[in-house]
């Protein structure tokens, strides 16, 4: 490939700024972002020597599109650059286009991607138009075009490779669990991605959520065992007399769901007359039922 595209003149190397400004409008600026020694900061140092090192070359309108992997808040720092040294200045625009590269698939991703993201300062700009013409043939062909503002298409890249690296430690926990059931990870993990998780479009994305119930997290080990409760002050024998009234309940028990604890309350509140809506009364609202006293003994009348 390099040597069908060089031979005809579409591909040309160069390690002059000067000729790489002269003859184009639109550049791609493809620098490592390493880890920064002694800190979790990313270290741009390398980003910012090449573009002030394209800036001065820069003399008429043109397109600078970063392709880094960089923190938010990157782009002000480039454009500001960009705009203080070069003589064009405010006609000199900075876009986001992050790459998604698989290891060993470099030139497949890059010329059938499985989605673009565009990232522009403002919407109807002069460098969407420049980026849409150069990826005129990927758009056509129906790659997903996302087209948003530059922060967002600088975190997400940073948010890819989060959710990348959850996979992997996911399917690292499974392993562990497949290791010890006698299970097949691989197996596993394939019918694990064949499976849609999330449909396409908001139509269908509602759908499934009023398909779906309310759902905790899933639990990986088997049912818990129940234990005895050992009985304390509150459950013990006695009943509920050792254990003293909580403050506000006039006396009375704490009551054991929330609903009957508002009813309580409405019911001291409002007085008497308030009756819940079903039939049957709560135990702050239940009346009272008074046994009848015994009847009175007769002389000389046996019961």
């Given at each position: 490939m390099l040597s069908k595209h060089t031979?005809?003149?579409?591909?040309?190397?160069?390690?002059?700024?000067?000729?790489?400004?002269?003859?184009?409008?639109?550049h791609f600026l493809g620098v490592g972002a390493p880890e920064r020694t002694g800190d979790n900061a990313y270290d741009l140092s390398a980003l910012f020597a090449a573009v002030r090192?394209?800036?001065?070359?820069?003399?008429r309108p043109a397109v600078?599109?970063?392709?880094?992997?960089?923190?938010?808040?990157?782009?002000?720092?480039?454009a500001d650059i960009l705009r203080a040294a070069t003589l064009a200045g405010r006609q000199v625009e900075v876009a986001w286009n992050p790459e998604f590269l698989r290891e060993s698939f470099a030139i497949e991703d890059t010329l059938y991607p499985d989605r673009l993201v565009l990232g522009f300062a403002d919407e109807?700009?002069?460098?969407?138009?420049?980026?849409?013409?150069?990826?005129?043939?990927?758009?056509?062909?129906?790659?997903?075009?996302?087209?948003?503002?530059?922060?967002?298409?600088?975190?997400?890249?940073?948010?890819?490779?989060?959710f990348l690296a959850t996979k992997i430690s996911f399917i690292n926990t499974i392993?562990?669990?497949?290791?010890?059931?006698?299970?097949?990870?691989?197996?596993?993990a394939e019918a694990q991605s064949r499976h849609p998780h999330r449909p396409e479009g908001p139509a269908a994305r509602a759908r499934l959520r009023r398909r779906l119930p309310a759902q905790g997290p899933p639990r990986l080990h088997g049912p818990r065992r129940r234990t005895r409760h050992r009985p304390g002050p509150r459950h013990s024998p006695r009943g509920r007399r050792d254990q003293q009234p909580p403050p506000g309940?006039?006396?009375?028990?704490?009551p054991r769901t929330a609903r009957r604890h508002l009813q309580g309350?409405?019911?001291?509140?409002?007085?008497?007359?308030?009756?819940?809506?079903?039939?049957?009364?709560?135990?702050?609202?239940?009346?009272?039922?008074?046994?009848?006293?015994p009847p009175a003994r007769r002389r000389g009348h046996r019961l």
């Open positions: 031979a005809s003149g579409r591909l040309k190397f160069t390690a002059s700024y000067g000729e790489a400004a002269s003859f184009a409008d639109l090192r394209l800036t001065p070359h820069i003399h600078v599109v970063d392709k880094s992997t960089v923190p938010v808040g990157t782009v002000p720092r480039v109807g700009t002069h460098g969407e138009a420049v980026l849409r013409q150069c990826f005129g043939t990927i758009i056509e062909a129906g790659t997903p075009t996302i087209t948003t503002s530059l922060a967002t298409a600088e975190l997400v890249k940073g948010a890819a490779n989060a392993a562990e669990a497949c290791e010890a059931s006698g299970a097949n990870v691989h197996q596993l309940t006039h006396g009375r028990p704490r309350q409405a019911h001291r509140r409002l007085g008497s007359g308030l009756q819940p809506r079903h039939r049957r009364h709560s135990r702050l609202t239940r009346p009272r039922r008074h046994r009848k006293p």
